[in-house]
């Protein structure tokens, strides 16, 4: 079941029964990226809270702590330790339920059955709850009482969000042909630095040439294979058309295949993805100028709407 209403989300992770499940599955080790990609598609996360031993797992710390997780230390103590992490857990989520209005929906990252009175008593409270956990592991009675469950190992396999595209090396993104070419020029251009002879009042212990200066060579080599290693104008305006597709694809997806999906969805999604998103970046001028383009190319269809608003959907043959 989708949740298209969620505005800010809060994130709680009951890290050690997560992880534990992913290692009994055939999933690869557990990584928070590919669920804060999928929960952006949702809305803004407020909120992120991880609960475990950490001294346990400390192979994760980081991962964590660079997706910005507040790390909850629940020392692991003999017979109450598995619970302590959960009431700790639950106590955090109810207190945010009632003093923070804003928050309109919980994601419980857990495959324990334990924590559907919390889910229940959320959403008695007016929050959609959405679960996260590793099938197999995941409690049928929790999966039944979230408004949605989402898998793991469905996040790991599918196509994740496009990320901003780094620069590739100039080397990489020239033809086989042209670099074969570049080279011998290169090489030609040594060649000639080291053909220049010795002055004549130099030493004539040798009457060889002088091997060219590192520099001289160095310099040759360089102007002979100046390439710009920027992508052209026109790559980059192809990445931002694909970054764009991939991103309503994704809505798309979440949303059940329901098709329109507003201009300004998209834009806000593609900037809690990648905070520093600027169409001019990629040579537009404004953000409707790449959806004109991918319309053109036929990769999404583009309804302008009077009044402004504008819709986009993927064509019938991809929707």
């Avoid at 409690?139 to 790991?156: P, R």
């Avoid at 030609?188 to 130099?202: F, N, R, S, T, Y």
């Avoid at 520093?276 to 999404?300: N, P, Q, R, T, V």
């Amino acid at each position: 079941m989708a949740t298209p209403d969620i505005r800010n989300i809060a994130v709680f992770c009951d890290f050690e029964n997560v992880a534990i499940g992913v290692k009994e599955s055939n999933a690869p080790d557990f990584r928070i990226r590919p669920v804060l990609e999928r929960l952006l598609l949702k809305g803004s996360i407020v909120v992120k809270k991880a609960y475990c031993d950490w001294d346990r797992y400390k192979e994760y710390k980081r991962d964590m702590h660079e997706a910005a997780f507040e790390l909850i230390e629940i020392p692991h103590v003999r017979q109450s330790g598995k619970n302590s992490a959960d009431i700790r857990m639950v106590v955090d989520a109810l207190d945010l339920c009632y003093t923070k209005t804003h928050i309109d929906a919980f994601v419980i990252i857990s495959g324990d059955s334990d924590f559907s009175p919390l889910i229940s008593k959320l959403k008695e409270n007016g929050k959609s709850v959405i679960g996260i956990g590793v099938r197999g592991s995941a409690s049928s009675l929790l999966i039944g009482n979230c408004d949605e469950f989402i898998f793991y190992e469905d996040l790991v396999q599918v196509k994740a969000p496009a990320k901003a595209p780094a620069r590739k090396p100039a080397a990489a993104a020239r033809p086989v042909k042209e670099t074969a070419s570049q080279d011998k020029a290169a090489q030609g251009a040594v060649d000639k630095a080291a053909a220049v002879k010795e002055p004549a009042g130099g030493t004539a212990k040798t009457g060889s040439r002088r091997r060219p200066r590192p520099a001289l060579e160095k310099a040759a080599v360089e102007e002979s294979m100046a390439v710009k290693t920027e992508p052209g104008a026109e790559d980059k305006k192809g990445q931002a058309v694909e970054l764009v597709v991939s991103t309503v694809e994704q809505l798309v997806a979440d949303r059940g295949g329901e098709g329109s999906i507003s201009a300004s969805l998209i834009k806000s999604t593609i900037k809690r993805v990648h905070p520093g998103f600027s169409e001019s970046e990629y040579g537009y001028s404004a953000f409707g100028k790449i959806l004109d383009d991918a319309h053109k190319k036929g990769a999404l269809v583009v309804d302008k709407k009077e009044g402004g608003a504008v819709i986009v959907s993927l064509p019938t043959s991809r929707g």
